[in-house]
């Protein structure tokens, strides 16, 4: 069953319709825009990181304005869109969202090929999670070496019920993304704190 929903997982992120460009006019490579006089662009962002970190839950709650608290665990690639207005451009987000298991490494280039950004993302109560991180950037960059990174981590309400002790250990961790040049953001579970400023 699981390789049929691998199968489905696969064949739906092929057809999905991607933006030639990250960032560009919907559509096309002219900025055009609809009979409203609006312009319309596409802005690609991707999403990595291992299994369970919180990366599709993040992408709910910034398209359909909910927290799901079920987990079920992503079979190759998720992907969703919301458009958003900004004076006189309709800015549409397509959010890529890669399965944290190793074996759909395969399909990290339909997530991070022509994208704008890409989130790194971790778990803050598991230190396994961003220690994977370098990994995860060094097979990111070697597909897209121009996106923005930034780096994510999720379950602050977990963390900040952990001794100074551990909390501080996590810290040093953190600070070792500065080597990467990454733009850093904690959240809650629930409430996905700041989700709006990345």
Sequence with gaps: MEEKQREDARSAASRVERPSRGVGPAGGASAGGSGSGRNNVVVKVGMVGDAQVGKTSLMVKYVEGKFDEDYIHTLGVNFMEKTIALRNTEITFSIWDLGGHREFISMLPLVCND????????????????????????????????????????????????????????????????????????????????????
């Excluded at 897209?144 to 994510?152: E, G, H, Q, R, W």
């Excluded at 309400?157 to 953001?185: C, L, M, P």
């Excluded at 409430?191 to 990345?198: H, R």
Aim: charged share 25%; net charge positive.
């Design 115 to 198: 994208a704008v950004a890409i989130l790194f993302m971790f778990d803050l109560s598991r230190k396994a999670t961003l220690t994977s991180i370098k990994e995860w950037y060094r097979q990111v960059r070697s597909i897209n070496k121009n996106a923005f990174p930034f780096l994510v981590g999720m379950k602050y309400d977990h963390f900040a019920n952990f001794a100074a002790e551990e909390q501080e250990d996590i810290t040093k961790q953190v600070r070792v993304g500065g080597n990467f040049s990454f733009t850093f953001y904690f959240f809650r579970d629930a409430e996905c704190v700041m989700i709006m400023s990345i």
